[in-house]
Nanobody, 114 residues
Framework: QVQLVESGGGLVQAGGSLRLSCVAS??????MGWYRQAPGKQRELVAT???????NYADSSKGRFTISRDIPKNTVYLQMNSLKPDDTAVYYC??????????WGQGTQVTVSS
């Protein structure tokens, strides 16, 4: 059974930093990543990373966020710098198995105060 456990969310002032972590278990994963959902908005991509280390970022994340991955630990990280109030959202970890099955974490709240 696939399980994703996120941590690292919280309250931070604008301009601050947070680091999110997601530990996955129960399978081997091809792509792992982060998505977010703000109140009243659809869930959107933040960043993804595959087993080869190739990354994909949303335009809003580029230059401020960095995704990384520790394959032996089945863990994906999201370093978020220069945070803005618009980054306030629930951040969800996503992991796709080698057979293409996606799973989601329960989400971690990130709140950026102005």
């Amino acid at each position: 059974q696939v399980q994703l456990v996120e941590s690292g969310g919280g309250l931070v002032q604008a301009g601050g930093s947070l680091r999110l972590s997601c530990v996955a278990s129960g399978s081997i994963f091809s792509t792992m990543g982060w998505y977010r959902q703000a109140p009243g908005k659809q869930r959107e991509l933040v960043a993804t990373i595959n087993r080869g280390g190739s990354t994909n970022y949303a335009d809003s994340s580029k230059g401020r966020f960095t995704i990384s991955r520790d394959i032996p630990k089945n863990t994906v990280y999201l370093q978020m710098n220069s945070l803005k109030p618009d980054d306030t959202a629930v951040y969800y970890c996503n992991a796709v198995t080698l057979s293409g099955f996606p799973s989601w974490g329960q989400g971690t709240q990130v709140t950026v105060s102005s």
